[in-house]
């Protein structure tokens, strides 16, 4: 049974920074691209980071400069650094995973190609 565990979410004040965690218990962690989505109430989701198995990282516009993704293999776990958080930032963030490398750079948003998914963590920014 595949797992994807969100963690470190909370609520900050504007300005403030969270790092949340995503563990996994996907076999072969290290060549899956994973990414982290988030969506606000009334709202579509949205890609907000991806980190492929090369390495190769991008940013939704809104976050660039202040949100950085980054992975542990050896863990098994990705990351999500949040800074200069705003409260156009407040949403439930997921990671997800593509085990099957449907994902390639220019659908790294479309959220329907990852296959596994965790249940949230709620951000808040107020």
């Known amino acids: 049974h595949v797992q994807l565990v969100e963690s470190g979410g909370g609520s900050v004040l504007p300005g403030g920074s969270l790092r949340l965690s995503c563990e996994s218990s996907?076999?072969?962690?290290?060549?899956?691209?994973m990414g982290w989505f988030r969506q606000a109430p009334r709202k579509e989701r949205e890609g907000v980071a991806v980190a492929d198995a090369g390495g190769t990282t991008k940013y939704a516009d809104s976050v660039k400069g202040r949100f950085t993704i980054s992975r542990d293999d050896r863990k098994n776990t990705l990351y999500l650094q949040m800074d200069s958080l705003k409260p156009e930032d407040t949403a439930m963030y997921y990671c997800?995973?593509?085990?099957?490398?449907?994902?390639?750079?220019?659908?790294?948003?479309?959220?329907?190609?990852?296959?596994?998914w965790g249940q949230g963590t709620q951000v808040t920014v107020s």
């Open positions: 996907l076999y072969v962690y290290s060549s899956y691209c």
């Open positions: 997800a995973a593509d085990p099957l490398g449907t994902v390639v750079p220019y659908t790294y948003f479309d959220g329907d190609l990852y296959k596994y």
